[in-house]
């Protein structure tokens, strides 16, 4: 069953960069683009690096998407849907995150 999980205020994120919270077993990175009011959530396990590093990647657009870059090995995980530009048998989870107020929360359990 899923469930919303409260995690950060959204002032606890600097726009353009992301943050990592611990959600249930779920290492989840949480990111805030520069000129974009939609945040979105990812794993944030680089599937090449085996790290829980993504969270501290750069943010960068490509033919018009988001994408975050992997700061050890430079994949690009697409923000929407994490899927991997480089390699497209890789992937990362995708999960629904949402403000309320000022509270980020992250839904569970998909």
Known sequence: MSQWIA???LDDITPGTGICALVEQDHVAIFRPYHD???YALSNIDPFAHSSVLSRGLIAEHDNELYIVSPLKKQHF???DGHC????NFSIRQ???KVEGNI???RTGK
């Not at 530009?85 to 497209?88: A, G, H, R, S, T």
Request: hydrophobic share 40%; aromatic share 6%; net charge negative.
């Open 104 to 106: 980020v929360s992250v």
């Open 37 to 39: 009011e939609q945040l």
């Open 95 to 97: 999960f629904d995150v």
């Open 85 to 88: 530009l480089e390699d497209e």
């Open 7 to 9: 995690v950060c205020q």
């Open 78 to 80: 697409r923000l929407t």
